[in-house]
């Protein structure tokens, strides 16, 4: 077996139910089983769909900030006010598994996120 470098920036690494890994193509499939690693550098908050709100209904998710600041913000479980974290360079967070989340960007950043892509959805988010 050869073993290469994987450039995070254009593969997703998927970790299968067999705990087979391998880098492939960054699409995101919310019907697909196993593990995800997301790897991405976003100039503006349209890199991060920021103007849709994002649950995973089979897992948690890992939000980590490599470099530059980001705010991760959750919807509202009743009323209220959003609630927002910052996640500077090298700090993560951990969403919890069915919990409407989304990302703001404080300027150009490089973020991961690790979850199970299964059950994932986007909702647009309407201002108000």
């Given at each position: 077996?050869?073993?290469?470098p994987?450039?995070?920036f254009t593969?997703?690494?998927?970790?299968d139910?067999?705990?087979?890994?391998r880098?492939?193509?960054?699409?995101f499939?919310?019907?697909?089983?196993?593990?995800?690693?997301?790897?991405?550098?976003?100039e503006?908050?349209?890199?991060?769909?920021g103007d849709h709100?994002e649950?995973?209904s089979?897992?948690?998710?890992?939000v980590?900030?490599l470099t530059?600041?980001?705010?991760?913000?959750?919807?509202p479980?009743q009323?209220?006010?959003?609630?927002?974290?910052k996640?500077?360079?090298?700090t993560?967070a951990?969403?919890p598994r069915?919990?409407?989340h989304?990302?703001?960007l404080?300027?150009?950043?490089?973020?991961?996120s690790i979850?199970?892509?299964?059950?994932?959805?986007l909702?647009?988010?309407t201002?108000?």
């Amino acid at each position: 077996m050869t073993v290469a470098p994987i450039d995070l920036f254009t593969s997703f690494v998927h970790l299968d139910q067999s705990g087979r890994v391998r880098a492939e193509r960054p699409v995101f499939d919310a019907d697909r089983d196993g593990w995800q690693v997301m790897t991405f550098h976003v100039e503006t908050d349209a890199d991060v769909h920021g103007d849709h709100w994002e649950v995973h209904s089979d897992a948690d998710e890992v939000v980590a900030c490599l470099t530059g600041g980001i705010r991760l913000c959750f919807r509202p479980e009743q009323q209220g006010e959003e609630e927002e974290i910052k996640l500077a360079a090298g700090t993560a967070a951990v969403v919890p598994r069915g919990r409407w989340h989304r990302l703001a960007l404080d300027g150009p950043s490089d973020i991961m996120s690790i979850t199970r892509p299964r059950g994932s959805r986007l909702e647009k988010r309407t201002e108000g």
